[in-house]
């Protein structure tokens, strides 16, 4: 099984350009989130969805946008990349929707990561 | 305050240690207690989760949870080089769909 894929695996940006992070998954979780991770401040959630459709802000979601067209997607999207933003960004996936007593659909699975540089 | 904190570390222990790794937090309202394991340049992967107070053990590692203190302990014994990692704890209210994640501590257990 694929679980969490993301790419690219490494980008380099200039100040002010676009890019898109991807994340899939293939286990048909309804709850996926996007964080960041900077040293000493742990992982911190920029946004997050819990179908598709349905998407919400999380602890940082400045100079980002998502959308959830289908299930298996949820891309990240930089629209104009500051220097601030250079950190490691990881995309996750749950089975949980809000409310689910059943701690096993709240665990969530890891994607290995983009390490993103802007300069 | 943050409403979960960690240290950092590093932590340094010899092979065969047993390590004690903890967790304080400010909201009651958290129920479910998770550690995950992150190995350098990758992503993190779930170790244990427990709901409420009380133990849970898996082979050489135990999570325990005490909710009148609000402190969360990962217990890990007889340590081999292969637990260096960092490990976080992460926790979340009962109808919540985010998790609140520690900042993480680093162990590095040597031969």
């Known amino acids: 099984n694929a679980g969490v894929t993301q790419t690219p695996k490494f980008q380099v940006l200039k100040t002010g350009q676009s890019m898109t992070l991807q994340c899939a998954q293939d286990?048909?979780?309804?709850?996926m989130s996007w964080y960041r991770q900077d040293p000493g401040m742990g992982l911190r959630l920029i946004h997050y969805?819990?179908?598709?459709?349905?998407?919400d802000q999380g602890e940082v979601p400045n100079g980002y946008n998502v959308s959830r067209s289908t299930t298996e997607d949820f891309p990240l999207r930089l629209l104009s990349a500051a220097p601030s933003q250079t950190s490691v960004y990881f995309c996750?996936?749950?089975?949980?929707?809000?409310?689910?007593?059943?701690?096993?659909?709240?665990?969530?699975?890891f994607g290995a990561g983009t390490r993103l540089s802007v300069l | 305050q943050k409403e979960v904190e960690q240290d950092p570390g590093p932590l340094s222990v010899p092979e065969g240690a047993i390590v004690s790794l903890n967790c304080t937090y400010s909201n009651s309202a958290f129920q479910y207690f998770m550690w995950y394991r992150q190995y350098s340049r990758k992503g993190p992967e779930l170790l244990m989760y427990?709901?409420?107070?009380g133990n849970k053990e898996d082979g050489r590692f135990t999570a325990q949870v005490d909710k009148s203190s609000k402190y969360i302990s990962l217990f890990i014994r007889d340590s081999q080089p292969s637990d260096s990692a960092t490990y976080l704890c992460a926790m979340k209210a009962g109808t919540a769909s985010k998790l609140t994640f520690g900042t993480g501590t680093r162990l590095q257990v040597t031969l």
């Open positions: 427990t709901y409420s107070s």
């Open positions: 996750a996936s749950s089975y949980s929707a809000p409310g689910r007593a059943d701690i096993a659909k709240n665990i969530q699975y």
């Open positions: 969805s819990v179908g598709a459709g349905i998407t």
């Open positions: 286990m048909n979780h309804e709850y």
